[in-house]
């Protein structure tokens, strides 16, 4: 991410974040088991110094701070907002001795050279306008032999399908057919363009961008994060709220959508009475958990999202 206004660097094409949702978003999904994966394929070891660009709220950056030891990690993000939110998280899980958090410019990142043994990102050289950009002054401030790594998002694909459980409700496959046609309208109109950038062979570009730009020893793996706020390791109250909170951002997105992009929409196919549609299905699924919370157990629901996880090593 970027802040408005750098010179001569290509325009951020990202707005405001909201900290609760990147939070929400990912407190459920990086589950325990998921962890040792995760740093294992970013390169993080302990007694390093770590840099995270793009830190938003700092979830990234606290978890590694948790599960290695010895580490000194600086957190980097554009959005004054969400450094803000990121100190005060640091200081109520009393990491701020061990993580520092910066406003700056992911394309004039503001370290001298070869300042950090590993550089990470996460979700962030894929909404990049310019990720070789973003991705060459990642190198510059690694040491050699240092592990420049980051995790993308499948931007360019449909995603994937919903898992339902046993909902008693009408209506479950007719919601998977909308989300699945308003997601493919969405990824090859309207968010291109935001992004200023070519969705369909980003995460192609990115993977071979690790290695025009030097970077050696490229390895490329993934996981699949999931959360089921019907699990049992979860307490009925939390995972209701889950549930219910991950709906309600879903909700607000399709308003936001269909407020400021439904000509577009409606142009590419998926017009305003297929909005109204899903909408309503979405609330009725809200108003059955809203009635009685414990329905998250029989639900069984599962929120998915694909990631790769892409790493090289710079050589000179």
């Known amino acids: 991410m970027t802040q408005d206004g750098a010179s001569e660097m290509p325009a951020p094409g990202v707005g405001h974040w909201e900290g609760e949702r990147l939070e929400v978003g990912r407190r459920y999904m990086y589950r ?10 970013l390169g993080a070891r302990p007694g390093t110094r770590i840099l995270d660009v793009g830190c938003g709220s700092g979830f990234l950056t606290r978890l590694l701070a948790r599960t290695l030891e010895r580490v000194q990690i600086v957190g980097l993000d554009a959005d004054e907002e969400l450094i803000a939110q990121a100190r005060r998280e640091l200081q109520r899980e009393n990491l701020d001795d061990r993580v520092e958090v910066v406003c700056g410019d992911a394309y004039q990142l503001p370290f001298a050279d070869e300042s950090f043994d590993m550089v990470t990102s996460h979700t962030v050289l894929c909404i990049m306008s310019d990720p070789a950009a973003g991705l ?4 510059r401030v690694v040491r050699k032999g240092g592990v420049v790594s980051a995790v993308v998002c499948f931007c360019h694909t449909d995603g994937l399908p919903h898992y339902h ?3 008693p409700l009408p209506g479950d496959h007719r919601i998977d057919e909308l989300n699945h046609r308003l997601w493919r309208v969405w990824r090859r109109t309207v968010r291109p363009q935001l992004l200023q950038v070519d969705h ?6 990115l993977v071979w961008g ?6 050696g020893d490229i390895q490329v793996n993934g996981h699949l994060m999931l959360a089921a706020p019907g699990d049992d390791r979860i307490p009925v109250e939390a995972g209701a709220d889950y549930a219910l909170s991950m709906h309600r951002q879903n909700l607000e997105r399709l308003l936001l959508w269909r407020r400021e992009h439904g000509e577009e929409l409606a142009a ?9 549609e899903l909408l309503d299905l979405k609330r009725a699924r809200m108003a059955h ?19 790769i996880v892409i790493r090289g090593t710079r050589r000179s």
């Open 32 to 41: 325990p088991e998921f962890i040792p994966l995760l740093t294992e394929y």
């Open 136 to 139: 060459r002054e990642q190198i």
């Open 165 to 167: 459980g046993r909902y």
């Open 200 to 205: 369909s062979i980003v995460n192609q570009d």
């Open 210 to 215: 690790f290695r025009d730009e030097g970077l």
């Open 268 to 276: 590419a196919g998926f017009g305003d009475a297929e909005f109204e």
């Open 289 to 307: 958990l809203q009635e009685e919370p414990s329905r998250v157990k029989e639900v069984m629901e599962v929120f998915t999202d694909p990631l």
